[in-house]
C-alpha cells in the first residue's frame, strides 16, 4: 500500500462589518426627529444646540449647510431631491471627524495680550535629526517643526574656522550644518501655518567678528520681519496680534556670555518619565548602549549651553558687536546670587530666564509663588536635562502649573511626553500660542499669586463615554494586529495635568472586531481644568507577546465640545491617520 501526504489549507478570513448606529446615536436621533424617519435642518439646529449646547454653530443656516455636506457627501446627488437626514446618514454626519470635530480649529482666544502671558510652542536644538550626541543637522526638521505650528526655535552657533559660522549641538558628534540654511528654511516655513511671531534662541559660542557676520546675515534673509525691541527699558512687552508675521530674536547679550560661569545646576535626581500610562517603545529611540558608546567618545557632555557660558571666546577680546546687539528683542540671563535672585521681577525690564527640567523641579518646590509672579511679566524657558541623549522628553505638566512660557521639547523624539505637548498645541486653532489660565495672572490685593504647590478642590466633573471605533483596516495592513483573525481592541482613557487630577481608566477587550463597540463611561474630577489634557490611546490586546500600538491622542478639555463627537487618532509621530476614530460623548457636570 502507498503512503499519501495531506496538506491542510487554511483560510484566513478578514471581512470588516459594518456596524449600525450605536444606542446613543438612536436615542438622539430618535428623540429630535420625533417618530419620524427624517431629521429636518430645524430638528438638526436644535439638536445640535441642546446636545452640544453651543452658541456658535446652530443656526438654521448652518444646519442647512450640515445637512447639505452630508448628502453630497454620502448621495451625490440626494441633495437635490430631499433636505433631510436618515439615521444613518446622521450617524455619518456625528462619525466625520471634519464635520464634527472634538475641538474647533479656530483661534478663538483674545490674542491682544502681551507676549508673556501665553504658553508658547517650543523646541529644543531644533536642527537636530535624531539624538543629541551623533545625529546630522540640518534645515529640515526646523522646517517640520514650523509647519506643525512651533513658534519658538533653538539654534547653537559656531565657529567653522576664522571666518564661518556653522549650527551644531557642541561637544559632540554632531554633523554640522550652515547657518544660512537653518535661516533660509526658517524664512520659508515660518508663516506657513501660523501667522503668529516666531522667536529664535540663539545659543552664541562666536568672537564678535563672527558676530557682527550674524548680525548681517540675520538682517538680509529677514529683513522687514525683523522685530526689533528694547527689552531692557521696557515695562510691557507687545501681544502676538501686534508681533503677526514677524521674527524675534533672543538671546544673552554678547558681554554676558563672556561673564557667565560655567556652574552646573546638576543633572542627578529622580527621573520623572515614569508614567502608568507604561513605558516608551524602544524601538522609537536609539538604544542606551548606542548611545553610551558615543557618549564616552566625547569630553564633555553640557546642558543648556546659554546657562553654561561660552568659554570658547578669546576671552582678551571686550569688544562688542553692537549690531548683534541690537536684533536682541528678548534679552537672556540668569542674574548672579542664585534661584531666588534670579526669580527676582524688574519692574523696568523684561527678560527671559532658561532652568533645566530638574531645576525647575527645584524652583517650584521651594520657590512656587515666586516663579509664577516671574513668569507674569518675564519669560521662563524650560529644558531637557542633559542626560536624554536620544532627543526624550520631559513631563511638561510642572512647567505650565507654574507659568513657563517655553517649554523647550525635542519635536525630534516620539513619545508620551510629546503627545501631550502636542496636544496643548492643538488648543486655539493650533497656532502656536494658548492663552495662559487668569488663575495664574491674577494678582490678589495684597500680592499673593498662584502657589501651585498648594492642593485645591474639585472644580469641574468630565464625563466621558467611549462609544465605538472604526477605520483601522485602511490605515493598517490586515494582519498588522494578528496573523488570523480580526484584532482584539481596548481603550485607555484618563487625565493628565495637576497631580490630583491624573487619572487613567481602561475599556473592556473587544474580541475579534475591526469595529469594536464599547458603550463604556468613565467620570473625572478635576481641580484645575483649565490645564487638563484628555489622554486617549488604543492598544490591541496580545495574549503571548507586548500589545499592539491602534492609536493616540491628547486633547486639552478647556477646548473639549460637548456632545458625541468623532476623536481622530494619530500615529506614535504624531501624525493623523486618514480613517481610524473613536465615536465619544463628552459632558460636563
Known amino acids: 500500500m502507498g503512503s499519501y501526504r495531506m496538506c491542510l489549507v487554511f483560510k484566513r478570513k478578514f471581512r470588516v462589518t459594518e456596524p449600525g448606529p450605536v444606542d446613543d446615536v438612536r436615542d438622539v436621533f430618535s428623540r ?10 430645524e430638528q438638526l439646529r436644535k439638536l445640535l444646540a441642546d446636545e452640544r449646547r453651543e452658541d456658535v454653530g446652530s443656526s438654521l443656516e448652518d444646519a442647512e449647510r450640515l445637512v447639505d455636506e452630508v448628502l453630497r457627501r454620502k448621495h451625490h446627488i440626494a441633495k437635490f431631491t430631499r433636505r433631510n437626514l436618515t439615521l444613518e446618514d446622521f450617524n455619518y454626519l456625528l462619525f466625520s471627524t471634519e464635520l464634527n470635530p472634538p475641538i474647533g480649529d479656530k483661534v478663538h482666544q483674545n490674542m491682544d495680550a502681551p507676549l508673556s502671558h501665553y504658553f508658547i ?15 546630522k543637522c540640518s534645515g529640515v526638521p526646523i522646517a517640520d517643526a514650523l509647519r506643525k505650528g512651533v513658534r519658538v526655535v533653538e539654534l547653537d552657533l559656531w565657529p567653522r574656522g576664522k571666518d564661518d559660522v556653522c549650527v551644531k549641538h557642541g561637544g559632540t558628534l554632531t554633523k554640522h550644518v550652515k547657518l544660512g540654511k537653518c535661516l533660509e528654511s526658517i524664512k520659508a516655513n515660518a508663516f506657513t501655518t501660523s501667522k503668529y511671531p516666531v522667536i529664535i534662541t540663539l545659543e552664541d559660542h562666536l568672537t564678535p567678528k563672527l558676530q557682527c557676520k550674524v548680525a548681517k546675515m540675520i538682517t538680509q534673509t529677514f529683513g522687514e520681519m525683523l522685530y526689533y525691541h528694547d527689552s531692557e527699558s521696557c515695562k510691557e512687552f507687545p501681544s502676538p496680534e501686534e508681533l503677526k508675521g514677524k ?24 527621573d520623572s518619565d515614569e508614567d502608568v500610562w507604561g513605558k516608551e517603545p524602544e524601538e522609537l529611540i536609539s538604544t542606551q548602549s548606542e548611545l ?41 540671563g540668569k542674574p548672579k546670587g542664585g534661584l531666588k535672585m534670579a526669580l527676582k521681577v524688574d519692574p523696568d525690564k523684561i527678560r527671559r530666564l532658561s532652568l533645566s527640567e530638574q531645576l525647575l523641579e527645584k524652583a517650584v518646590a521651594s520657590h512656587g509663588a515666586d516663579v509664577v509672579r ?26 505650565w502649573m507654574s507659568g513657563a512660557q517655553m517649554i523647550a521639547f525635542n519635536m525630534q523624539g516620539y513619545g508620551r511626553a510629546l503627545w501631550l505637548m502636542q496636544g496643548m498645541f492643538r488648543a ?104 487638563a489634557l484628555l489622554r486617549v490611546e488604543v492598544h490591541e490586546y496580545d495574549n503571548n507577546e507586548k500589545d499592539d500600538f491602534g492609536g493616540q491622542t491628547c486633547l486639552p478639555v478647556s477646548e473639549l465640545r460637548q456632545g458625541i463627537r468623532a476623536v481622530p487618532l494619530f500615529n506614535r509621530k504624531g501624525v493623523k491617520y486618514s480613517s481610524t476614530r473613536l465615536l465619544m460623548r463628552f459632558e460636563f457636570v
Open 428 to 531: 486655539n486653532g493650533g497656532c502656536g500660542y494658548v492663552k495662559k489660565p487668569d488663575f495664574l495672572m491674577n494678582v490678589g490685593p495684597n500680592g499673593q499669586v498662584f502657589d501651585p504647590n498648594e492642593n485645591s478642590y474639585p472644580k469641574k466633573t468630565l464625563k466621558v463615554k467611549v462609544l465605538m471605533g472604526d477605520g483601522w483596516h485602511l490605515d493598517f495592513k490586515k494582519t498588522h494586529f494578528d496573523r488570523y483573525s480580526p484584532p482584539d481592541f481596548y481603550v485607555r482613557v484618563g487625565i493628565a495635568g495637576a497631580p490630583a487630577d491624573k487619572a487613567m481608566e481602561k475599556t473592556e477587550v473587544k474580541f475579534n472586531t475591526w469595529t469594536p463597540i464599547w458603550n463604556e463611561e468613565f467620570t473625572f474630577q478635576l481641580t484645575i481644568p483649565e490645564l
Open 247 to 270: 521674527i524675534l530674536i533672543s538671546t544673552k547679550p554678547p558681554k554676558e556670555y563672556l561673564e557667565a560661569n560655567d556652574a552646573k545646576d546638576g543633572e542627578k535626581g529622580k
Open 121 to 135: 510652542f517650543t523646541g529644543h536644538n531644533s536642527y537636530l535629526t535624531g539624538n543629541q550626541l551623533s545625529s
Open 292 to 332: 553610551d558608546k558615543v557618549s564616552s567618545n566625547i569630553n564633555c557632555i553640557h546642558q543648556d549651553d546659554e546657562e553654561r557660558g561660552s568659554h570658547d571666546f578669546d576671552t582678551s577680546c571686550s569688544l562688542q558687536a553692537p549690531e548683534y546687539k541690537r536684533l536682541i528683542a528678548i534679552h537672556a
Open 374 to 399: 516671574f513668569t507674569q511679566k518675564n519669560f521662563l524657558r524650560i529644558y531637557p536635562k542633559g542626560t536624554r541623549f536620544n532627543s526624550s522628553n520631559y513631563k511638561p505638566q510642572i512647567g
Open 32 to 41: 429630535y426627529a420625533e417618530g419620524q424617519t427624517h431629521l429636518s435642518p
